[in-house]
């Protein structure tokens, strides 16, 4: 006769998530999350550093990066705490995030691109500081394509 205990709580950690700090940093795709945390910082601070001479551009090119560096950061910090471990879900939830953080941070990418072609006669120094913004957004792009790729294919 079969036992009517009741089964063991599903929500554990899946053994393909490291635990530790240094093991974290260190596997794909978890290596990801330091990279665009970076390189997404580059972006909106480069952005905010020059003259916002195109608001509607820029301010989406803001926005899509400062809201993408706060919840990585929340990301990261809930791998690091353990809390994803409530969650069955969590892979797709990352990968679902990354897709669209990815899709959003394309659009922040031309539109930054276009905003430092239309300065480039203005104010040389802005017009070098855009330029990075737009090869930093192009590079935290690929890092979160990769990321929600990777969440899958390691």
């Known amino acids: 006769m079969a036992s009517r205990d009741t089964p063991p709580a599903t929500s554990y950690a899946p053994p393909d998530v490291p635990s530790g700090v240094a093991a974290l940093f260190l596997t ?5 999350f330091l ?3 970076v390189f997404g910082f580059w972006v909106w601070t480069l952005v905010a550093a020059t003259h916002v001479a195109y608001p509607l551009l820029q301010g989406w090119v803001l926005y899509v990066s400062l809201t993408s560096f706060l919840i990585s950061l929340m ?3 809930s791998y690091l705490f353990g809390f994803y471990k409530r969650f069955e879900s969590w892979r797709v939830l990352d990968s679902l995030y990354h ?5 959003l941070y394309m659009s922040a990418s031309v539109l930054q691109a276009y905003a430092t072609i239309i300065s480039e006669g203005h104010n040389l120094s802005h017009y070098y500081i855009n330029v990075a ?3 930093f957004a ?3 792009t690929l890092l979160y394509i990769l990321h929600a790729f990777s969440i899958y294919y390691h």
């Open 28 to 32: 794909i795709p978890f290596a990801f």
């Open 35 to 37: 990279p665009e945390l």
């Open 75 to 77: 990301f990261l910090m």
């Open 99 to 103: 897709g669209t953080t990815g899709i």
């Open 133 to 135: 913004a737009s090869f």
């Open 138 to 140: 192009f590079l935290t």
